[in-house]
């Protein structure tokens, strides 16, 4: 049976013992960017055309594909293979095919868009700058700074309305000794309120 894209294996110049050799010259800069590095059935693949694909390889991946010169080839094949394809392709006027380029419009309208917005949707690489950021601040400051906070509790002595001197000053003991308890060294004040305090409410929250 006759294949469309004939492909010999033995066409691919590139080969096994050599393909480590390629990878450190194409990692190092070594050849030109439009020297061949392989060719099948009279198509090329440029140096310029794999490096690319190297360089986008994280370090783990290129020092797999340096110790597995098979890996190597295989990229190369791959590069070849397409473009023979596309060869033969253009060969029979496939780009003008209506189907195609109804697709191939569709295809460059979606990508102009996606590229359009990205671009747009991306703000400038010194945006914001340091004079923004102080402008802004400068004029939010207040609404950056939390406002004070204070938590109050409280243990109240009551004194009766109308209460005689006796009352006020059984009132002002109770205050004097309920004072003196709180400025005891590890004094606690939820505890003293609990015991102290007239309002029974507050008292049994520890005076809040």
């Known amino acids: 049976m006759k294949t469309p894209f004939p492909f010999r294996h033995d066409s691919v110049v590139l080969r096994h013992a050599c393909a480590c050799v390629a990878f450190a010259a194409l990692s190092t800069g070594a050849f030109a960017a439009n020297d061949i590095?392989?060719?099948?059935?009279?198509?090329?693949v440029k140096v310029d055309e794999v490096r690319p694909y190297l360089e986008n390889l994280s370090s783990r991946d290129q020092a797999t594909?340096?110790?597995n010169p098979a890996e190597l080839t295989q990229a190369v094949r791959t590069i070849l293979t397409s473009r023979v394809v596309a060869t033969e392709a253009a060969a029979?006027?496939?780009d003008k095919d209506?189907?195609?380029v109804t697709q191939l419009d569709k295809v460059r309208q979606q990508l102009l868009v996606e590229s359009y917005l990205k671009s747009v949707s991306e703000p400038p690489a010194d945006f914001p700058s340091e004079a923004e950021l102080k402008t802004a601040y400068e004029a939010n400051k207040s609404a950056l700074v939390a406002p004070r906070q204070v938590h109050l509790a409280q243990i109240i002595v009551a004194i009766p309305t109308g209460a005689d001197?006796?009352?006020i000053k059984k009132a002002q003991a109770k205050l004097d000794t309920i004072t003196k308890q709180l400025g005891k060294a590890g004094a606690d004040f939820a505890t003293i309120a609990r015991a102290e305090s007239d309002q029974k409410q507050s008292s049994a929250e520890g005076g809040e």
């Open 65 to 67: 594909l340096e110790n």
């Open 37 to 44: 590095l392989a060719r099948v059935n009279g198509t090329d």
């Open 165 to 167: 001197d006796a009352a």
């Open 92 to 94: 029979h006027n496939w």
């Open 98 to 100: 209506p189907a195609f």
